[in-house]
């Protein structure tokens, strides 16, 4: 008899905090290795949201909160999903977790049964598969390519939909590949989904900050399926809190107290000081808020410079990114190529090769349903930018067939 369970047995260990660990024993080593596998802003937080939670453990916000939140963080909640979205949201429907991740577990236990269907609109974030499996459903692939900008459409998704059909989950702006859906192309998603009521679908948007092509388009927005559609979001990547554990769900009342209900038996609500923080984050107007500008105009500085780097490399296929830090290069090219004792069949072989020839940590495109692709984050230094990617083309060059 097993000692520990299928469910964690069958389970995949995140491919991006692997390459982070590994990573990390490296340097340990005194290996000088530049990673570029983690997607979290290199800037602190905001010295208006530090001090937000100085001021709350000064006034002893340290007992148990209600388990979906505060009512006044949820509040807050509702107010910037107005002023930012455009989306109508009463604070029953706002339930707050520690992290946006825990927040997609809950939703996924809270609506998939074991051998329902849920859509996968690929490439997409690691974790999306795995928490389906836990649920045990079954995952269906809508695939993408870079000469689509990995975009699915409306037919694609519409051709997956069958009778067994419970969940479609998709991010925008994208994780891994930094593209994000127009107003247009989502209305044409909303068209289709509304077609069938049964069908729930989850919106990810925790990098709607972070986009360089002006306001960010929900897919809640739409009359037709607002109520099928539950957005995720956070605290992490726009405001640079990734160690506060701050996410949230917008969601239908009878899904949201679902979630309350799943949370209540889990961890109950999250950190209270982090609530407390999180409350000043969505007091912030992104339109204004020098921090929040700041950060999004020095990524896009970065996407920019990473870009025509990557340009010169022979044999990358790259797309401009729109939005979130990070690109995702089809890198096929260089399959079947070997150098020394290292025989390159795969992404997850080429970023092997790349680790310990170049001392880049960089996450292979399997972990996120495309092989023939990986993903750098250029959260990070310009300076380690520019040697990353140089360290990157003189190792590719080494390769040969």
Not at 290 to 297: P, V, Y
Request: glycine share 4%.
């Amino acid at each position: 008899m097993e000692l520990l369970s299928q469910r964690v047995l069958q389970m995949s260990e995140s491919e991006t905090l692997a390459m982070t660990r590994i990573a990390r024993e490296l340097k340990s080593q005194g290996k000088d290795v530049i990673s570029l596998s983690i997607g979290e802003p290199d800037f602190n937080t905001p010295e208006v949201i530090k001090n937000a939670a100085k001021k709350a453990i000064d006034e002893n916000w340290t007992h148990y909160p209600p388990v979906p939140g505060y009512a006044d963080l949820r509040e807050a909640v509702c107010q910037k999903l107005k002023r930012d979205n455009g989306l109508s949201f009463s604070p029953e429907q706002i339930v707050v977790s520690t992290g946006a991740k825990q927040s997609i577990y809950q939703l996924v236990m809270a609506t998939v049964n074991p051998g329902d269907e849920v859509i996968i609109l690929t490439p997409y974030w690691v974790s999306y598969k795995e928490i389906v499996k836990v649920a045990q459903g079954k995952c269906v692939f809508v695939k993408t390519t870079i000469e689509n900008d990995f975009k699915a459409t409306a037919q694609q998704i519409e051709d997956a939909i069958t009778d067994k059909t419970k969940l479609i989950m998709f991010s925008s702006p994208s994780n891994p590949t930094g593209m994000l859906y127009s107003k247009s192309e989502l209305e044409a998603m909303a068209n289709v989904i509304s077609k069938y009521p049964y069908i729930w679908v989850m919106a990810d948007e925790i990098y709607e900050h972070i986009n360089f092509e002006g306001k960010h388009e929900s897919l809640a927005q739409f009359e037709n399926v607002k109520n099928q559609v539950i957005t995720v979001n956070g605290v992490a990547k726009g405001y640079a809190m990734t160690g506060w554990r701050i996410g949230y769900i917008a969601a239908p009342l009878l899904l949201a107290k679902a979630c309350d209900k799943l949370q209540g038996q889990i961890t109950s609500a999250t950190c209270s000081i982090a609530q407390r923080a999180a409350l000043e984050a969505m007091l912030l107007d992104p339109t204004v808020s020098e921090d929040i500008i700041n950060m999004r105009n020095i990524f896009q500085q970065r996407r920019d410079l990473v870009f025509n780097l990557l340009k010169d490399i022979p044999d990358i296929k790259v797309t401009l990114p729109q939005g979130a830090f990070y690109f995702f290069p089809d890198v096929s090219a260089y399959f079947g190529k070997k150098y020394g004792d290292y025989n390159i069949l795969n992404s997850n072989d080429l970023c092997t090769y790349l680790l310990y020839e170049a001392n880049v940590a960089l996450v292979a495109g399997t972990a996120f349903g495309d092989d023939n692709c990986i993903r750098f984050s250029y959260a990070t230094d310009t300076q380690l930018l520019k040697e990353a990617i140089r360290r990157i083309k003189e190792a590719l060059g080494k390769l040969n067939f």
